[in-house]
């Protein structure tokens, strides 16, 4: 586990490494500038819940940090997941994987209804004859 202040220690680098070598498939792009090379912040961080940002004591997320190090571009994993973190006060690290995955799921599908009605949208009002075409036909690969 981190130390008071957050610093990881080097049994939570070993962890961390372990899981890394797990779940991280070479190349890894970063996504602003293209380069493959990252570093792992030595600290944790925790993000506190949105609706909860004014309030005192409210539940943090610990997470460690990958950063790019051309761009500074930065990856947060879920410190719980990965063993190195307990879960916040009062709640399982099961909860926890759990709360997150359904706001995710939730997110994810409002943005994909979102994104189908703005094309649909943009189709109707490019030409709502062929809207309507493109809708009951279906596409010829050639």
Not at 1 to 21: R, T, V, Y
Not at 134 to 142: G, H, T, Y
Request: hydrophobic share 40%; charged share 25%; glycine share 4%.
């Amino acid at each position: 586990m981190p130390d008071e202040h957050g610093l990881l220690s080097k049994a939570d680098n070993d962890s961390i490494q372990c899981w890394w070598d797990q779940h991280w498939k070479e190349p890894v792009i970063c996504p602003v500038c293209r380069t493959t090379d990252w570093s792992l912040s030595s600290h944790l961080v925790n993000t506190q819940r949105f609706a909860d940002a004014n309030a005192r004591n409210t539940p943090t997320y610990p997470h460690i940090v990958i950063a790019c190090k051309f761009c500074a571009h930065s990856i947060f994993f879920n410190a719980v997941q990965i063993g190195i973190a307990a879960p916040p006060a009062g709640q399982r690290a099961s909860d926890l994987v759990a709360e997150v995955d359904e706001v995710g799921r939730g997110r994810i599908l409002g943005l994909q209804r979102s994104l189908t009605d703005l094309i649909k949208k943009q189709d109707e009002a490019a030409s709502p004859a062929s809207a309507a075409e493109a809708r009951s036909e279906p596409a010829k690969i050639e």
